[in-house]
């Protein structure tokens, strides 16, 4: 090292084990950068090992919970006589022409809230082989399918066992063979007899929305009771089974206790609930109906059967939304429900005394088939109605019956009525008589002074509608004898006490007579239970008015008006109190607005005699 500071070549032994132990370090600092990088390298391997492995389970977990819930049908292809695979009717064609057959069966369910079930051929799957394995991803699906899932297959024969007929045998997979016999020129004819009872085995709830759809009620509710029975409670499809089975039946009483007892042993079933819901709206029980539809948006949806799609359960949220909504006066938010199609909304419309708009809708539907005749025939009904405009609606009530009864008589055929609308409104016609149309009828008689047949229409209206109860106050409102008028209001107000309806036609009672301040007690609680319900806020206007306190009946009248906007009585009131302010000016642009709205015979004259 002395050599070395001073200048001189290094030499000796001790400089050459320097040397060496200089390229030994260097040696072996590269061969641990290279131990590094494979000892990295193989950590990174096994990472990756992991991840393969890992997707490769998460592959086949998604695997076997898709076949879980498969419940498609594999139609198989059939086997023919030579004879007819020659003339190109082989085995592949025919169950090509029962496929066709399913999928028109299927295509007349689909409205109802089911996703629908695959449906395909044997063969019809994509091969991607699992390496070392000669297994394919299809056969793994087919296996766990079978193994996991619900999956259906349809086999069939044709043959000729009888001089000059011919024999379709098919046979869905667990259950007895359907055998059907005919000539040879109805093979068509016994294909689609295979069909549909091919999947009314395969796919018993959905053959019960076909029969439903198609106009066939009376099969829908045997074919729904039989499988219901069959299954037992503690089937999968229990549930449903017995919901179908409550809603098909005509007889509301019926429907009732066999709704409830599903809803009760399936407590978690939205499609059960909704029934309920429906069932109680029908039979005019509104505070139930309220409360069953409330309930219904609580349940969550993966409680719900596979089957139903995600867009079903939406509609059945969004009906739940519209019930609830309708029933505390809230028709704006019926409008709002992206689901409402033309028929509700123009009923909202009409109720919320848009009349215009929903006379628009109902017009608009029956051109393009979206509204059936008596539907708009409905809605002119509560148009009328909420106009106070009672000659018109003894009228709408009279074409509304005469539309239901050429409904109900008109024959299936190109350009007649959909069956299933028909049957429809088959099951509502006697409900909708008792507890809607009936009502509304007594109420329209009375207001015209025709008092005694009023009571006898309204006496028959049963005693658990809450609807029919107002109807009965009502007339005994129109005949002064308000003792016997509250006593009706009282036991209506029994069935809905959450909600504002009868409050609100309390209290149009109680102002008649002359009594604001009961009046307004009634419309304060009116308002509360229906926030969103203009009603009681114009009433409320009104009976402020006749108070003498002006100020606070504009306010009222300008509340009122931002939830029913189109109202013309609202806008009439609205002026006369802005008159009485001395501000001619704005009360002539609210009359200028009422002459534009609906307005009854008694509030056009009064606006006449404004000069408008």
């Not at 207001?447 to 107002?470: F, I, M, N, Q, Y």
């Not at 009282?490 to 809905?496: C, D, H, P, S």
Request: with cysteine; hydrophobic share 45%.
């Amino acid at each position: 090292m002395e050599a070395e500071a001073s200048g001189a070549a290094p030499v000796g032994v001790a400089q050459e084990v320097l040397r060496k132990q200089s390229a030994l370090l260097s040696r072996q600092s590269t061969l641990t950068g290279w131990q590094i990088a494979s000892e990295r390298a193989a950590f990174a391997l096994r990472i990756l090992t992991i991840a393969v492995g890992l997707t490769a389970v998460l592959g086949l977990a998604l695997m076997a919970w898709s076949a879980s819930r498969d419940e498609s049908i594999v139609v198989q292809p059939f086997s023919a006589p030579p004879a007819y695979a020659q003339r190109g009717l082989d085995g592949r064609v025919l169950a090509q022409l029962f496929t066709d057959q399913i999928v028109a069966i299927r295509a007349q369910s689909a409205q109802g809230f089911f996703a629908q079930p695959s449906l395909r051929g044997a063969t019809d799957e994509i091969r991607i082989e699992i390496p070392q394995t000669g297994v394919s991803l299809g056969e793994v699906q087919r296996l766990l399918t079978v193994w996991l899932g619900r999956q259906k297959e349809i086999s069939g024969t044709l043959s000729e066992e009888t001089p000059g007929l011919v024999t379709l045998t098919v046979r869905v997979e667990g259950h007895p063979a359907v055998r059907l016999e005919g000539r040879p020129s109805e093979l068509d004819a016994l294909i689609g007899q295979a069909a549909e009872r091919s999947f009314a085995i395969a796919d018993p709830l959905q053959w019960v929305l076909a029969l439903r759809l198609t106009g066939r009620p009376d099969e829908a509710l045997a074919h729904a009771g039989a499988y219901a029975r069959a299954i037992g409670r503690d089937h999968t499809d229990s549930g449903v089974a017995h919901t179908f089975w409550a809603a098909d039946e005509p007889d509301p009483y019926v429907r009732l206790r066999r709704i409830q007892e599903t809803v009760r042993t399936n407590p978690t079933l939205m499609t059960a609930h909704l029934t309920l819901a429906r069932t109680y709206s029908r039979l005019g029980q509104e505070g139930a109906a309220f409360e069953t539809a409330q309930a219904t948006l609580a349940l969550r949806d993966r409680d719900q059967p596979g089957r139903y799609s995600g867009s079903g359960l939406q509609q059945m949220r969004a009906e739940s939304v519209q019930l609830m909504a309708t029933l505390r006066g809230d028709y704006a938010a019926v409008l709002d429900v992206p689901l409402a199609d033309l028929a509700p909304r123009a009923l909202a419309a009409a109720r919320g005394h848009d009349g215009l708009n929903a006379a628009r809708w109902a017009s608009s539907g029956q051109d393009d088939g979206s509204i059936v005749p008596v539907a708009a025939a409905i809605v002119a009904v509560f148009r009328a109605n909420a106009m106070r405009d009672w000659p018109a609606l003894a009228v709408a009530l009279d074409a509304h019956a005469t539309a239901r009864a050429d409904w109900l008589a008109a024959p299936a055929g190109p350009g007649q009525p959909p069956r299933s609308q028909v049957a429809y409104y088959r099951s509502l016609a006697a409900s909708e008589a008792e507890r809607v149309t009936g009502p509304l009828r007594a109420i329209a008689m009375a207001r015209v002074g025709r008092v005694e047949e009023a009571r006898v229409v309204a006496a028959e209206t049963p005693l658990d509608c809450a609807p029919c109860l107002r109807a009965r106050a009502e007339v005994e409102a129109a005949a002064r004898n308000w003792t016997a008028a509250d006593r009706w209001y009282a036991k209506a107000a029994v069935l809905g006490p959450q909600l504002p309806l009868t409050d609100t036609e309390w209290a149009e009672s109680l102002l008649a007579r002359g009594d604001t301040r009961a009046a307004i007690i009634k419309l304060k609680s009116a308002a509360e239970n229906g926030p969103r319900y203009a009603d009681p806020l114009e009433l409320w206007g009104e009976a402020l008015l006749a108070q003498g306190d002006t100020r606070a009946a504009v306010r009222k009248f300008d509340a009122a008006a931002k939830l029913a906007p189109r109202w013309g009585r609202l806008h009439l009131k609205w002026g006369e109190a802005l008159a009485k302010l001395g501000k001619t000016n704005e009360a002539r642009v609210k009359w200028r607005a009422a002459a534009t709205m609906d307005l009854s015979p008694a509030d056009r004259a009064a606006l006449k005699a404004h000069g408008v």
